[in-house]
């Protein structure tokens, strides 16, 4: 990737300024200091007062905003007749400033590292690793890598090996890339990321039509990266992986799959990557008789386009992420909706959530110069680590039985507010919604009012009751309860604990990978596993987001991690490269130890899917995010055996 120079200003100044009414301002006045080269923005009085998450004019007046729109016309008016060309870039010193200023608070020297490598406002990818001279086109060559899944990571994975000039092959399941977003196609499905920050940060997007884009728009995401950098021939689709073997005396991994007509092929790689994920295999709960059902019925995360809810008697059994979004679309149409919720979920408000972006936002984003980059910062600063002492368990606190500390208090507080404004003076439903357990402690929802705006409706019905049996026309509740139904949709979540099942995998000595990991799957990092050599994983155990962030970051930050593992492996004249067991060891017992102080394993989290059947938190990273970037930036040797 290269510095951007060329910039492009079109329209007249009314259209310009029309444009300039949609804008982020605070993102606004980032742009005008790298047009004009005058950073006296920064002294002045108008300035963001706070940030929030999806919050972006920093709750600047009216007026401070109209005053803005009006210098930043004559700016952006002076650098377009000046032939649109920058002046020199702020200083270091300047741009830490600029951050500061965008976001209303000090962001510690700590952060400013990785948030100028997340920014490229140098035009610079840093997680890249174009390989040169270092290692050898033929020994490049000579290292085959097959990547197993074609989802967010699967396609990270092959834009990365590519770059680096190794051969590679993607094998996915499905007939198209996505993964997740190719599979989940339940009405009312999108992303609970702000889209201009779920992309990739070297190929960001400014087309999104919705600030949190629906499944169709990211499936097409995921499909154009791999058009653009033109990996096609690289991907075999309706192609599963069943197995994946160590061959220890020829020293490859034998892999095994299966194509879209039963045919078995097998092929040998030098180095395995999973990207499988962990949100891709439905999990249907064990109620008996649930094969009795005469009606329709599906799974969310294995849609049945025929499912016709119209006027029609529906039941909806979860009440997680799924459930959330599918309800208020299925209300609308369904003549009854009945909801069944084990555990009510946490949300906080996102006015935004099911906004289109507006055509001077994408305008803005398209033509001012690193004005998106700085709005990819403004919706990253908020996510980061500052939630984070908000799930620490203060043991002292005493109030266990609704919050850990006085900060996750704080949140309760805020949190239940919300959900008392949106309810109103309905206390029985609200006595159904309110949540018996710490905020934070399971999958915090956004709403925009959509959720209980349609448990409000006359047609839904919401039982807080357990199903205890499927029959021919309907479901039993635990209480004896009979409700009739012509369709079932079951919004239960996934095999979230079952890491990259129902693959064999079998490493050094025959090993097992599922019966090595047992109820604890872990991974040094949640990359490498002892006794798998040459095998890694991304979106692995224990590398999950519960407090803020994106997984894309994630991903981005363990693919450079894999990528500096092959090259360390390929400078060695090594074969293999395997975490040393102790060093694992280590990274489990402080995962564990730095779990047992959170809220996911707090006593009042039950029936959480972050949660293994002994209650620990298999899929969540503790540490901050700052952590992960800092200790997967490259690779300590010494953590390795090569051999």
Not at 239 to 245: D, L
Request: hydrophobic residues 40%; contains cysteine; aromatic residues 12%.
């Amino acid at each position: 990737m290269t510095v951007q120079t060329q910039f492009d200003i079109p329209g007249d100044d009314a259209a310009i300024a029309a444009a300039l009414e949609q804008a982020s301002i605070p993102t606004l006045m980032m742009s005008m200091i790298h047009m004009s080269g005058d950073a006296s923005l920064l002294d002045g009085a108008i300035r963001p007062a706070g940030v929030y998450i999806n919050e972006y004019q920093g709750y600047m007046s009216e007026e401070d905003k109209a005053a803005v729109r009006a210098q930043a016309l004559e700016v952006i008016k002076a650098f377009r007749d000046g032939g649109c060309r920058l002046p020199a870039p702020p200083d270091a010193a300047t741009i830490h400033r600029m951050m500061g200023f965008l976001v209303a608070q000090e962001v510690p020297d700590d952060y400013v590292p990785m948030m100028l490598e997340e920014m490229e406002l140098d035009g610079k990818d840093q997680r890249s690793d174009a390989w040169g001279d270092e290692v050898p086109r033929e020994v490049r060559a000579d290292h085959p890598v097959l990547v197993i899944g074609g989802g967010m990571s699967g396609v990270l994975a092959a834009v990365r090996l590519h770059e680096a000039g190794i051969p590679y092959v993607v094998l996915e399941k499905n007939p198209d890339v996505g993964g997740t977003w190719y599979e989940n196609r339940y009405p009312g499905i999108r992303v609970d990321v702000g889209n201009h920050l779920y992309c990739y940060s070297f190929e960001p997007a400014h087309h999104w039509t919705q600030f949190f884009a629906q499944q169709p728009e990211l499936q097409r995401y995921f499909s154009g990266v791999v058009a653009s950098h033109q990996l096609g021939e690289h991907f075999r689709f309706n192609t599963e992986v069943t197995s994946a073997v160590f061959d220890e005396g020829a020293g490859m991994w034998e892999v095994t799959a299966v194509d879209g007509e039963g045919r078995e092929q097998v092929y040998r790689a030098a180095t395995v990557i999973s990207a499988v994920g962990q949100l891709n295999r439905p999990k249907l709960p064990e109620i008996p008789g649930i094969n009795d059902f005469q009606g329709q019925w599906c799974h969310t995360a294995a849609w049945n386009d025929g499912i016709d809810v119209s006027g029609k008697q529906v039941l909806v059994i979860g009440s997680g992420a799924s459930a959330f979004q599918l309800v208020p679309a299925v209300a609308e149409q369904a003549g009854e909706l009945t909801v069944f919720q084990r555990s009510a979920p946490w949300m906080f408000e996102n006015p935004i959530y099911h906004e289109e972006v507006p055509t001077g936002k994408k305008w803005c984003l398209q033509h001012l110069p690193f004005y998106a980059r700085w709005f990819r910062f403004l919706l990253f600063w908020p996510s980061i680590d500052g939630a984070y002492d908000a799930v620490v368990v203060d043991p002292e606190w005493p109030h266990q039985e609704r919050s850990v500390s006085e900060l996750n208090d704080l949140v309760y507080q805020m949190f239940s507010d919300y959900i008392r404004g949106q309810v109103g003076d309905d206390e029985a439903l609200l006595d159904k919604v309110m949540p018996d357990y710490a905020p934070m402690g399971k999958r915090t929802l956004q709403d925009n009012g959509s959720w209980l705006g349609a448990l409000k409706r006359d047609n839904v019905e919401l039982v807080n009751r357990g199903v205890a049996a499927v029959t021919a026309d309907g479901v039993v509740d635990t209480e004896g309860r009979f409700y009739p139904a012509d369709v079932i949709i079951y919004a239960t979540g996934f095999e979230t604990d079952k890491f990259l099942w129902p693959m064999t995998i079998r490493g050094r000595g025959d090993v097992l990978l599922s019966e090595q990991w047992g109820l604890d799957p872990s991974a040094y990092l949640g990359i490498t596993v002892p006794n798998f050599p040459n095998f890694y994983c991304m979106y692995g155990p224990g590398t999950n987001l519960a407090f803020g962030g994106s997984l894309i970051f994630n991903g981005e930050c363990q693919m450079r991690y894999i990528m500096a593992c092959i090259k360390a492996l390929l400078q060695s004249g090594s074969k293999h490269i395997e975490c040393r067991q102790a060093v694992h060891d280590d990274y489990q017992r402080r995962f564990r130890e730095t779990h047992a102080n959170l809220i996911w394993e707090h006593s009042s989290i039950k029936h959480s899917f972050y949660q293994n059947p002994e209650g620990k938190v298999t899929l969540l990273w503790p540490w901050k995010i700052l952590d992960m970037w800092r200790w997967t930036k490259d690779i300590d040797r010494d953590d390795y055996q090569f051999n």
